[in-house]
Nanobody, 126 residues
Framework: QFKLVESGGGLVQPGGSLRLSCVVS????????IGWFRQVPGKEREGVAC????????EYTLAIEDRFTVSRDIANNTIYLRINSLNVEDTAVYYC???????????????????WGQGTQVTVSS
C-alpha cells in the first residue's frame, strides 16, 4: 500500500505556471501508472496526465493538453505535474494516484487507479 502526499498548490494568476509534487512512499514504483487528476466541487474527477513506470528512463506519458507535463524523480520517488498558461478553468483540487498499466501504458480512466493522495488546491485568479 502506497502513501501519496501532494504539495505545491496555491493561488496563481492567470497565465502563470505551477509545479505540483507527489511524494510516494511505501514501496517501489515498478510497473505502475501514476496519474494526476483534478476535481471541482459538483463535478466528476477528471484525468489530467499520467506516467508509466514500466520502461525507465523512457517513460510513457499522456496528458490532456500540452500545457500539462508529468515527470518523475526516481531517486526521490516523486512525481511532478507542471501546468503552464494557467487559466481560471484550471482551478480545482489536484490529486495524484497509483494505478495499473494497460499494455505497459498509463490511461486516464479513474477506475484504473486505486490509491490516492489527499489532494492540493490550485486556485487561478487575478
Amino acid at each position: 500500500q502506497f502513501k501519496l502526499v501532494e504539495s505545491g498548490g496555491g493561488l496563481v494568476q492567470p497565465g502563470g505556471s505551477l509545479r505540483l509534487s507527489c511524494v510516494v512512499s511505501g514501496g517501489t514504483l515498478d510497473y505502475y501508472a501514476i496519474g494526476w487528476f483534478r476535481q471541482v466541487p459538483g463535478k466528476e474527477r477528471e484525468g489530467v496526465a499520467c506516467l508509466s513506470t514500466a520502461d525507465p528512463p523512457r517513460e510513457y506519458t499522456l496528458a490532456i493538453e500540452d500545457r500539462f507535463t508529468v515527470s518523475r524523480d526516481i531517486a526521490n520517488n516523486t512525481i511532478y505535474l507542471r501546468i503552464n498558461s494557467l487559466n481560471v478553468e484550471d482551478t480545482a483540487v489536484y490529486y495524484c494516484a497509483v494505478g495499473v498499466l494497460l499494455f505497459r501504458r498509463c490511461v486516464l480512466q479513474i477506475n484504473e487507479y486505486d490509491q490516492w493522495g489527499q489532494g492540493t488546491q490550485v486556485t487561478v485568479s487575478s
